[in-house]
């Protein structure tokens, strides 16, 4: 019978972050760490959008790209943040990123294709390749280079199959940015080798410290890049939006009528409350994006300091909300961490490894919990991590 299964999904393994999501839902007073969704409740103005939507019986589906409205507001958005030239009918909006992922994938790639990931690496990122028919060629990073990869590691895993250059900064699970000049070599590269590029910046609006103080740097916002990549982001992470499934990719032509002819197969379109509350984002909601990110801050510095202090080299992460404590002092693994500091300390983190051998000595330990349960989470991994010494 296993037989029956396609080959593709016999080839993926299960994910390494919904695991630990399981045992943790078995244990009481379990501190989580692990799941990456922030803990805000969406603003206001956009919970009051989608039911006024819903009141006036708009129920029924959008245009398939989306509403024009929104795909304008987007647009303009890019243009005044990043001095990007797209217009409406280079935006197409998502069930999430995650659908976003898949039609750039199909877009792009043929069977046999390579596509080159950058890791560690949110877990998806690989699989998705995967079931479009694409080769991955895992490029590593290292904490001793801040997670940021360079042009010279992507040109060591260039061959003639090389079509794709996958980039997400800043990282889930490191926090690592990719600053301007690094991307300019990497520019460079994608067009000696006639390279496209997928950036997924869904964390653009959570960078701190030096980051904060430049600004995110937009991979399309590179001028050897701007019609050769295609940008996806979304509402989740920065709008506290999680559950509303809203994503977006952004591409010129011809990629821009791919990505809509696969979407008009997979999915009519996204959730229209969705849409008419990620219009009250765009317009009414940055200064709730900024207190959620000052917030994050403030999380991120007593939890770097914290697993510092118990011992713990923590590379400064500077967006998203993930830290990478490196555990190889207590001479565990990283399953083997996780899986005790679970069991006898009821903290749930996520094996550094799970996001590729790059992770193996670390462990992502999401932020985007209160800021007094990271306080008593970073107690009880001080607690285990001097018993593990002992």
Request: with cysteine; net charge negative.
């Amino acid at each position: 019978m296993a037989r029956s299964v396609a080959a593709r999904a016999r080839a993926v393994p299960p994910s390494g972050i919904r695991r630990f999501f399981d045992i943790a839902a078995t244990m009481d007073d379990v501190i989580s760490l692990g799941i990456g969704e922030p803990d805000f409740v969406t603003p206001r103005p956009v919970i009051e959008a989608a039911k006024a939507s819903l009141a006036r019986g708009q129920t029924g589906y959008t245009s398939n790209a989306g509403l024009q409205e929104l795909r304008a507001l987007i647009a303009a958005m890019l243009n005044r943040q990043y001095g990007l030239d797209y217009q409406p009918d280079n935006v197409l909006v998502t069930v999430g990123v995650s659908e976003a992922l898949q039609l750039s994938m199909l877009a792009l790639l043929d069977p046999g294709d390579e596509i080159l990931i950058p890791e560690p690496c949110f877990v998806s990122y690989g699989p998705v390749a995967t079931f479009a028919g694409a080769a991955v060629v895992y490029v590593p990073t290292s904490a001793e280079r801040g997670f940021e990869v360079s042009a010279e590691d992507i040109a060591r895993c260039i061959t003639p199959r090389s079509k794709v250059l996958f980039l997400s900064y800043p990282s889930n699970p490191t926090g690592a940015v990719l600053r301007r000049d690094t991307l300019e070599d990497i520019a460079a590269l994608a067009v000696k080798h006639d390279l496209w590029v997928i950036s997924d910046e869904i964390y653009d609006r959570l960078i701190y410290g030096r980051a904060h103080e430049t600004g995110h740097t937009c991979v399309a916002s590179v001028e050897a890049l701007r019609d050769r990549t295609v940008l996806l982001n979304g509402f989740s992470k920065g709008y506290a939006m999680t559950g509303w499934r809203l994503g977006y990719a952004c591409a010129k032509e011809p990629v821009y009528t791919a990505l809509y002819k696969i979407h008009q197969y997979m999915v009519m379109s996204a959730p229209t409350m969705s849409q008419y509350g990620a219009v009250a984002a765009l317009t009414d909601c940055d200064g709730d994006v900024e207190r959620m990110r000052q917030a994050y801050g403030r999380r991120r510095r007593a939890i770097v300091d914290g697993l510092r202090a118990a011992g713990l080299p923590t590379f400064e992460p500077e967006g998203a909300f993930y830290c990478f404590p490196d555990i190889r002092s207590t001479g565990l693994t990283s399953e083997a961490f996780a899986q005790g500091l679970a069991q006898e300390e009821h903290v749930a983190a996520v094996p550094g490894d799970a996001f590729g051998p790059s992770g193996a000595g670390f462990l992502r330990c999401s932020y985007a919990t209160a800021y007094d349960k990271i306080a008593e989470a970073v107690e009880r991994i001080r607690a285990f991590a001097e018993r593990c010494r002992a």
